[in-house]
């Protein structure tokens, strides 16, 4: 959760707050839920950027949008369209991340009071004319979400957990 937090002091320096959108453009790993949480600890949603996008859909994605800042790895960088100004929109998330943040002079981090009905995610979705569109998802949505998947698909004894906690994401 501290490395989380530090990265959230780093996105808040770069502007990043409440009703902001971040690029989360990394695979499935630790420091993408550390993202995501670092994201949601500044207030701002987040939209999942897939990591098999071509550069141009990319570029298209991050426009439609309004994304400000893309969080990736330094593999994934090089795709991204920030070509002009990397620093000002790129962090780049490889491990220990927290521990070289830790050692820039980072404002303290703004406790936002995120409501039900702020953003929590944008989901992407082609809709009949096949361009893609954002659907802003509140946290009301995604809180919903979650409780009828635990209702709906209760967990069994015998699924997998990660550190003794069932993990459920959508």
Sequence with gaps: ????????????????????????????????????????FTGAGFLMLETTCTPALLEQLIESIDVDVVITDSKLAVNLPYVDDVEAHVIVYDQQLGAVLAGEELPELIDHAVELDDLAYVSMTSGSTGAP???????????????AGLHLYPYRDDEPEFEGINVFFA
């Design 133 to 147: 569109k954002g659907v802003l998802v509140p946290h009301r949505s995604a809180t919903y979400c979650f409780e």
């Design 1 to 40: 959760i501290e490395e989380a937090k530090i990265v959230a002091r780093k996105l808040q320096s770069m502007g990043v707050g409440k009703g902001s959108v971040v690029g989360l453009y990394l695979p499935h790993c630790e420091e993408n839920l550390l993202a995501n949480l670092a994201i949601w």
